[in-house]
């Protein structure tokens, strides 16, 4: 028997999703599953469609046994940042057997093989990412280059066969699609902590991640996401709405739904456009610079698009290029909501990235497994508001201070006023699951 480590955003939740749940508790033989959940703010650099605490709802009703949350800071993060904030916990819980993740790829050994090169990183692989970035490349397209260019310059050095071409070949292709850089950039993550955390992976099921298309069934959650945009003024419901129930538990429906009908969502990034159009218009260009993800020359083009722009789509357009991807770009806008700086990702990048372990919620079992983490985990475990007040590290505090500030930003996207009041990260408590 094992415990499984789970890195997720569902945003929403879908069968894929509960897939992957039952997947790693039988192939495993879990005893518990432990899920690493995102904040309010996603890695696309986007609000998540409903709070983490309804999230956590449908996690906990869907198979996973505890919630921990995986703070603004590195769910709203480049990949890298992501990756390894959330393996820094799962390492930090000290009872994790398996990290088990989703891949297009569906098998470990490429994934594994080119983390590791990723993870070595020597003089010649960074010259010719550098020499890749140089030349205009977006940054996950120069390191898929530089790493292409490196395992076909050792072919040829120690004279390898055929099968060895073609094992190049798959893992080239690997690291240019979504879940699978994850994927390289978790056991990375695992190899820089010296993990004993051993990684898992199966092959993602349906659609690509970030897929328009509206399958039968196992449809993404970008697909989802954008029919609940373009029909949620028109009467939207889950009770006879085909697609919906064709592509989300009735659990997880309902939960949106009562979300929904409170007025705490769906949120879209729509929602904090005036605000975003008028900080980048407002703050100086050493402000703007002092932004993560920031190059040279990229804050004067972001004030610029920011007085040209009327609304949020324009101004991400106008600042994405083929150097600068949307995602990239989203990412600065809410670093910009949130008061996340470069030099602070820094810092926490360089003390073990996470500072405290925060518990979002549990069921019976996830409760015993709690019991076993405030035995073994190397970082303070906060459960309740109240526990705030006993961090004693000053990252720790400033960590859970920029969460603060985070969920004070998104609930002004909700639509029922009333609950748009602010600190409202000290009125929950973790989700009990009987």
Not at 80 to 104: K, Q
Not at 401 to 419: K, M, P, W
């Amino acid at each position: 028997m094992s415990v499984v480590g789970i890195i997720a955003e569902y945003n929403p939740m879908h069968f894929g999703h509960i897939h992957h749940l039952d997947y790693a508790r039988h192939t495993m033989k879990a005893q518990g599953l432990v899920c690493v959940l995102s904040s309010n703010f996603v890695q696309r650099g986007e609000p998540a469609i409903v709070s983490k605490w309804a999230r956590t709802q449908m996690a906990l009703a869907s198979g996973a046994d505890l919630v921990v949350e995986l703070p603004s800071a590195f769910s709203c993060a480049s990949a890298e940042y992501f990756a390894a904030g959330a393996v820094s916990i799962l390492n930090s819980l000290g009872i994790i057997d398996y990290l088990c993740f989703g891949s297009e790829e569906g098998c470990i050994e490429p994934l594994e093989l080119a983390a590791q090169q990723f993870f070595c990183e020597n003089e010649s692989f960074k010259d010719n990412l550098k020499s890749q970035l140089n030349n205009g490349l977006p940054y996950a397209l120069a390191r898929q280059k530089a790493l292409e260019s490196i395992l076909i310059n050792n072919r040829r050095q120690n004279g390898q066969d055929k099968q060895d071409e073609a094992k190049i070949s798959i893992i080239i292709n690997s690291v240019s699609k979504p879940n699978n850089i994850l994927g390289i950039e978790y056991i990375k993550a695992l190899k820089r902590f010296n993990s004993p955390i051993r990684p898992v992976t199966t092959k993602r099921v349906g659609q690509d991640y970030n897929s328009l298309e509206r399958a039968d069934s196992f449809s993404s959650a970008t697909a989802i996401r954008q029919y609940i945009r373009e029909n949620i003024d028109s009467g939207l419901s889950h009770e006879n709405d085909v697609f919906l129930q064709n592509n989300m538990a009735r659990k997880s429906l309902e939960i949106m739904f009562a979300e929904f009908a409170s007025g705490r969502g769906p949120v879209f990034p729509e929602a904090f456009e005036n605000i975003l159009l008028h900080a980048f218009r407002t703050k100086s260009i050493n402000e703007i610079r002092s932004l993560p993800y920031i190059e040279e020359g990229l804050e004067n083009r972001l004030k610029q698009a920011a007085l040209e722009s009327v609304s949020y789509h324009e101004f991400v357009g106008k600042v994405v290029t083929k150097r600068y991807p949307a995602s990239r770009i989203k990412r600065i806008l809410i670093s910009m909501l949130t008061g996340m700086t470069g030099e602070f990702l820094d810092e926490l990048k360089n003390n073990g990235y996470a500072q405290y372990i925060r518990i979002l919620g549990f069921n019976e079992t996830g409760r015993a497994l709690l019991s076993e983490i405030k035995k073994k985990a190397s970082l303070p475990v906060i459960t309740k508001p109240a526990s705030i007040n006993k961090l004693d590290c000053r990252l720790a505090i400033e960590l859970f201070d920029h969460e603060v500030r985070a969920t004070n930003t998104y609930v002004l996207g909700y639509r029922n006023l009333s609950y748009t009041i602010g600190n409202q990260e000290f009125t929950f408590s973790p989700v009990y699951s009987k």
